[in-house]
């Protein structure tokens, strides 16, 4: 057990739409980061939250993007969804950006 | 572009074989984390080396950081059929952020 929650676990979606991704982390883990794995790749890095605010980006466009909350949860939304964008998407979270980050189990989202 | 280039991709091998997974990058990361991934599931840290020339051993799985903090290996001896899964190398870029760089990961098989 990671203590890191996400839901929904499965998405379908079809292209043009908007999507919300959930995840919660134990108490204490200030920073939260979002990775999309696509099938038969690692994981890469889209963003990181610290303490509420955006601490790093990957390469991903602006229709990408995120919330931290103070109860230690976190969103990752994504407008006018693409076929490419089907993939698991991964939080992960840590105490501080520099502890060893621990994933949740991820959202499979599915664009059609 | 930081890349870190996993091999061999795929591994077949009969329980009790011997196995070696290695991760290589022309970056120096400021540490090394090997995660292993099951279907469905997120990536679970298995270890994470920080000094160059670091060798850890997490039971029958022995972890090494080369000394120019570049490239890493992951020795499974007499694997069993519960070590099948994806292995995931992680570089850490040093700085605010700490992201995490994956490697391409190695899907592992152990038949019984």
């Known amino acids: 057990e990671t203590g890191v929650t996400q839901s929904p676990t499965h998405l379908i979606k079809t292209r043009g739409q908007q999507v919300t991704l959930r995840c919660s982390s134990q108490?204490?883990?200030?920073?939260v980061s979002w990775y999309q794995q696509a099938l038969g790749q690692g994981p890469q890095f889209i963003f990181q939250y610290y303490r509420e605010e955006e601490n790093g980006r990957g390469n991903f466009p602006p229709r990408f993007s995120g919330l931290q909350f103070p109860n230690y949860s976190s969103e990752l939304n994504v407008n006018a969804l693409e076929l490419d964008d089907s993939a698991l998407y991964l939080c992960a979270s840590s105490p501080d950006p520099q502890q060893p980050q621990h994933f949740g189990d991820g959202t499979r989202l599915s664009i059609l | 572009t930081q890349l870190l280039e996993q091999s061999p991709q795929f591994l077949s091998i009969q329980e009790g074989e011997n196995l070696t997974v290695y991760c290589n990058s022309s970056s120096v990361f400021s540490s090394l984390q090997w995660y292993r991934q099951e279907p469905g599931e997120g990536p679970v840290l298995l270890v994470t080396?920080?000094?160059?020339?670091e060798v850890k051993k997490l039971k029958r799985l022995t972890f090494q950081f080369g000394d120019a903090r570049k490239d890493s290996s992951l020795h499974i001896t007499a694997a069993q059929p519960g070590d099948t899964g994806l292995y995931l190398c992680?570089?850490?870029?040093?700085?605010?952020?700490?992201?995490?760089?994956f490697g391409t990961g190695t899907l592992l098989a152990v038949q019984p």
């Open positions: 080396v920080v000094t160059g020339g």
């Open positions: 108490s204490g883990h200030n920073t």
């Open positions: 992680a570089g850490a870029i040093s700085g605010a952020t700490n992201k995490l760089i």
